[in-house]
Nanobody, 123 residues
Framework: QVQLVESGGGLVQAGGSLRLSCAAS????????MGWFRQAPGKEREFVAA????????RYSDSVKGRFTISKDNAKNTVYLQMNSLKPEDTALYYC???????WGDGNFYDYWGQGTQVTVSS
């Protein structure tokens, strides 16, 4: 059974940092594109970042580029999202997801999802 468990969320002031972790079990992260998505209240889920399978190429949404860094430790089957210079508009429930295919930017192509971890940025 596949499980993705996110951790690391919390309350932080604007300009602060958080590091999210996603521990995967039941799958091998090196075989999957691993992504982070977020959803704020009343808004649609949006792509945040992804890291590809073999080349480990990171992909980011324009809204987080230069502030967030995604990384993957295949030995630990864990994916990270380092979030710096946080803004109130980054407040959302952050989800980790795994995609066996190749479309990294569309959540509809992801096969497995975690339960989410809340990030709240105060102004």
């Amino acid at each position: 059974q596949v499980q993705l468990v996110e951790s690391g969320g919390g309350l932080v002031q604007a300009g602060g940092s958080l590091r999210l972790s996603c521990a995967a079990s039941g799958l091998t992260t090196r075989l999957y594109i691993m992504g982070w998505f977020r959803q704020a209240p009343g808004k649609e889920r949006e792509f945040v970042a992804a890291i590809t399978k073999i080349a480990l190429t990171p992909r980011y949404s324009d809204s987080v580029k230069g502030r967030f860094t995604i990384s993957k430790d295949n030995a630990k089957n864990t994916v990270y999202l380092q979030m710096n210079s946080l803004k109130p508009e980054d407040t959302a429930l952050y989800y980790c997801a795994a995609n066996y295919g190749s479309n990294w930017g569309d959540g509809n192509f992801y096969d497995y999802w975690g339960q989410g971890t809340q990030v709240t940025v105060s102004s």
